[in-house]
């Protein structure tokens, strides 16, 4: 099952709410509580690299202020988080192939270095699909989709972030 039942379930509680809200005539609270919810679902950098074949890929992003997040560090005090790896996760081999996420809520604004490294094997056609959403979530979002070849050379991919949200570095405690 993973994490994302716990996901859905927020959302249905989440919208019986906002209908509960609404049918007991207090449509200023449901307003407020539905774009919160809507609030917290926005991201200022979404990262997915997907790939299929007998293969095992890793990313690393160097954010602006010069953390880095990896399997090594995958929290950030710049708010950066790598949510896993498809591949190492027993029964989440798909037929859409196996991907590496990074997010970051509420990121820096600056420019974001991706790495994209093949640890071990063959990806299909010798390509990995990059999706790197900027803003998601929101009226200002920008996709980036490509298929970049990889070989035996990482591959490196630099872009900016606009008006990030975050103005100063988590806690080292809360990290």
Do not use: M
Request: hydrophobic share 35%; charged share 25%.
């Amino acid at each position: 099952k993973g994490l994302r039942h716990i996901e859905q379930n927020a959302r249905r509680i989440a919208l019986a709410t906002i209908n509960e809200l609404r049918d007991a005539g207090r449509e200023t609270d449901a307003n407020t509580f539905e774009a919160s919810c809507i609030a917290a679902l926005e991201r200022d950098v979404a990262i997915k690299v997907t790939f299929t074949g007998d293969a095992d890929v890793d990313i690393t992003v160097q954010e602006p202020s010069g953390t880095i997040c990896s399997l090594r560090s995958p929290r950030t005090s710049s708010g950066g988080i790598l949510l896993g790896d498809t591949f190492a996760k027993e029964g989440e081999n798909s037929v859409s192939g196996s991907s590496e996420v990074y997010v970051c809520p509420n990121g820096f604004s600056g420019e974001y270095r991706l790495l994209v490294r093949r640890v071990w094997g063959k990806v299909t056609a010798g390509q990995v699909t990059i999706d790197i959403i900027t803003h998601y979530n929101s009226k200002d979002q920008t996709h980036i989709h490509q298929n970049i070849p990889l070989t035996d050379k990482d591959v490196l991919v630099i872009f900016d972030l606009k008006n990030g949200r975050r103005t100063q570095p988590l806690a080292e405690a809360a990290v």
